[in-house]
């Protein structure tokens, strides 16, 4: 189902520029005239003063059909959830295609919608030709030109433009057994080529190209301690050196019954006493176990389990409105979840499920 709406959203894409601005006589956006009575409420303005409220998109959703509109009401920010990733800019050297991702960006810029940028170095979808150079692997001086070239065509394509980069994605997996690490640092091609040195590079690259963009270090699990602690301590390595590290980002990929809201907060916390800016980039709550193992349970109670989840979370972002800055949700609607079979958003065919509603009564909620 979901290539096949991606490639459609996608063909469809290049045929049409969007009309941003509805006229008074269109119809109402999907899912607006649900509601409990009246019209659907919007969660950037339910949270609005504690914390911007987004979601990830793909150029569909933004450039055709009406579901724009629902975005512009709902979200303070957006993510293009593959659009900026090398695999799809830069498919050979040298060569970008840029016309996905302008589209997004450009719909964002005139609807006053910010947009965070994902992602410039990362061990999945980045671009293979960057590691090979005569069917040989690629030297490390070689390597770290063409990811400062990368990130500076990248970056420079879209200054002014792009909010916060997320500039190095899940470098570490400690204690991962299904993950090739060495001191927690993922042995990425990244890695194994330049050395944990790739990460400083990279920022030093994305700030050159765009000094006014946020750059972020962007992993899941953040609420593992030892993660928490590699990624500390590189920041502090980064601040030492005078790398320009504006955040983390907290993926915050969650189960039913995984992790407490008070593991993910220490890490919250602690990015807040390095100095540094807490977006949750990637929110969602999977209806399934880690390994996709269906949950027992009725459907109406694990929609209702995961409303309660989404709540307890959002209450604790709100405990700690002072130290993140965005809450983003990888998504908007189930069918369209990079796992659709875990239902983990807030929307169904775009009509609001329980959990819609909880995140909206949480944030007028008294806090004790
Ligand atoms: O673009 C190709 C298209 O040309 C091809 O025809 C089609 C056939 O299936 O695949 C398309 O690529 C897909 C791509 O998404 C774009 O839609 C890939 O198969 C698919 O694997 C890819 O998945 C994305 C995944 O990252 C890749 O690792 C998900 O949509 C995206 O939600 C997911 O996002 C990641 C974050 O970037 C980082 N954190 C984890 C998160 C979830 O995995």
Not at 272 to 293: C, I, K, P
Request: include cysteine; hydrophobic fraction near 40%; aromatic fraction near 10%.
């Amino acid at each position: 189902m979901r290539p096949l709406l991606t490639l459609a959203a996608a063909a469809l894409a290049v045929l049409a520029r969007i009309t941003p601005a509805a006229t008074p006589t269109a119809p109402p956006a999907q899912g607006e005239q649900a509601g409990r009575s009246g019209p659907l409420p919007s969660l950037a303005e339910a949270y609005r003063g504690q914390f911007l409220v987004g979601a990830s998109v793909s150029p569909g959703q933004v450039i055709v059909g009406d579901t724009y509109r629902f975005i512009r009401r709902q979200f303070d920010v957006i993510t293009p959830e593959n659009d900026l990733k090398p695999l799809l800019l830069a498919r050979t050297e040298g060569s970008y295609d840029f016309r996905m991702a302008d589209q997004v960006v450009d719909w964002a810029r005139k609807n006053g919608v910010k947009v965070r940028g994902h992602c410039l170095v990362w061990h999945q979808q980045a671009a293979p030709w960057m590691f090979t150079k005569d069917g040989k692997p690629v030297s490390r001086e070689l390597l770290i030109e063409r990811m400062r070239k990368y990130i500076h065509d990248v970056v420079g394509h879209y200054q002014g433009k792009i909010w916060a980069w997320d500039v190095v994605n899940e470098a570490f997996a400690p204690g991962d057994p299904k993950v090739d690490t060495e001191r927690g640092w993922r042995r990425s091609e990244w890695y194994q080529i330049i050395g944990p040195e790739y990460v400083e590079l990279a920022f030093r690259f994305a700030h050159e190209a765009d000094p006014d963009a946020l750059l972020f270090y962007n992993d899941y699990d953040t609420e593992n301690p030892a993660k928490r602690d590699l990624i500390v301590a590189l920041v502090r390595d980064l601040q030492k050196k005078g790398v320009p590290i504006h955040g983390i980002g907290h993926q915050a990929h969650l189960y039913l019954s995984r992790p407490a809201p008070a593991q993910l907060e220490d890490t919250i916390k602690a990015v807040a006493r390095l100095g540094l800016r807490n977006h949750v980039t990637e929110l969602d709550v999977s209806l399934r176990e880690r390994d996709g193992a269906p949950l027992d349970g009725d459907e109406d109670e694990l929609l209702s389990r995961q409303a309660s989840r989404y709540a307890d979370f959002f209450r604790m972002f709100r405990r700690n409105r002072e130290r993140i800055e965005a809450v983003v949700l990888w998504g908007i609607t189930d069918e369209m979840s990079w796992h659709p079979l875990e239902e983990p958003l807030l929307f169904s065919e775009m009509e609001p499920k329980p959990a819609f509603w909880a995140v909206v009564d949480e944030a007028a909620r008294p806090l004790q």
